[in-house]
């Protein structure tokens, strides 16, 4: 079987991440082929819009997307993306890495299940004269709904349990309606025990008792915290991965956009000091959600193994440039391969 897959150009550091991903899919034990769209800043500029109708014909097209850092200047393409395709559920694993350092002495496995779209991101806001400024907060029950059902069936299928955090006591409409939308899914999921938090207390919960915590569904806004901070508790911005999916009528996932989590890093962009590890991670992401888990876990093994080594580029200490650190993964795949099988 083929899989033709998109692939999202970028700015700063995405030739060089594109070029480990190309090593890394050498490796693999399938037939991978990428259909690339330039959406630099440069080509936005050239193109305009007509460059985000031809990623989202492609994405639609393939259904998988695979994402490289892009500059946002006057429009960020993660949203218009996220917009065009109807996204409406982020997913950002975040744990503990060996060989990165990290001020959190302690493991950390945690999903972030993030609603997409809505809260006050929607809204730019407007100003009322020079005194007053506000923005309109948008909860949408539908896209509430699919976050929901997504992280329920992710928790069943880790065996844990679901935590949903808000601020109802205070937004009571719209936290109050994300809330109510996360009781009737849950009703659904009999076997999946779930927790209700205030959001400023599982904060300090999840730095104090992380262990209590694995599946965290959130509201817009509070995902994008959520996720910064728990990656600055696993060391670095640029260790994670996210998947971006949308839904059929009948929950199943119709399209699904992964990218690293970090920026396009233009201080280092082709110096060959990249860390490629969030864009294998997201590769990872990516291959499970294709169905092919064998190949994606050992995609993940062949990158922990080396970090554990001290196989690693200079940001982790170590002095593997960011081709070598690539070629090392690689090499290393089909023995994890191996031992993922057995």
């Not at 060996?98 to 609603?115: G, K, Q």
């Not at 349990?161 to 009703?187: C, I, N, P, Y």
């Amino acid at each position: 079987m083929t899989y033709i897959i998109t692939e999202l150009l970028g700015d700063g550091i995405s030739a060089e991440l594109a070029e480990s991903v190309r090593i890394l899919i050498d490796a693999l034990p399938l037939d991978v082929k990428l259909e690339s769209v330039d959406l630099s800043l440069a080509n936005r500029k050239r193109h305009g819009r007509e460059i985000f109708d031809e990623a989202e014909d492609s994405i639609r097209r393939n259904r998988f997307a695979l994402k490289y850092p892009t500059t946002t200047e006057e429009d960020s393409p993660n949203a218009i993306l996220r917009e065009r395709c109807r996204f409406s559920v982020i997913h950002r694993p975040v744990a503990t890495l060996p060989a990165v350092p990290t001020n959190f002495s302690r493991n950390l496995d945690l999903n972030v299940i993030r609603v997409a779209r809505g809260g006050t991101y929607d809204d730019p806001g407007r100003a009322i004269g020079n005194e007053v400024a506000v923005s309109l907060r948008i909860v949408e029950r539908q896209v509430c709904w699919e976050a929901a059902n997504y992280a329920f069936a992710l928790a069943r299928r880790l065996g844990c349990h679901v935590t949903s955090a808000s601020k109802h006591t205070v937004q009571a409409a719209t936290d109050g309606l994300f809330e109510m939308v996360v009781d009737e899914v849950a009703r659904r999921f009999d076997e999946v025990t779930r927790q209700e938090e205030l959001f400023d207390a599982l904060l300090a919960k999840i730095i104090m008792r992380h262990e209590q915590f694995n599946v965290v569904l959130v509201l817009n806004e509070y995902g994008d915290f959520l996720s910064d901070m728990a990656c600055g508790l696993a060391g670095s911005m640029g260790i994670g991965a996210s998947a971006n999916l949308s839904f059929s009528n009948t929950g199943e996932v119709e399209l699904a956009m992964f990218d690293p989590a970090g920026g396009t890093a233009p201080d280092i962009a082709g110096r060959g000091l990249v860390n490629p590890t969030a864009i294998f991670l997201a590769m990872e992401m990516l291959l499970d959600e294709l169905g092919e888990s064998q190949v994606s876990a050992a995609v993940r093994a062949a990158v922990v193994d080396n970090l554990r080594q001290g196989h690693t580029t200079p940001d982790l200490g170590g002095d593997l440039s960011t081709i070598e650190f690539s070629h090392r993964v690689a090499d290393s795949l089909a023995e994890q391969l191996e031992m993922v099988a057995t």
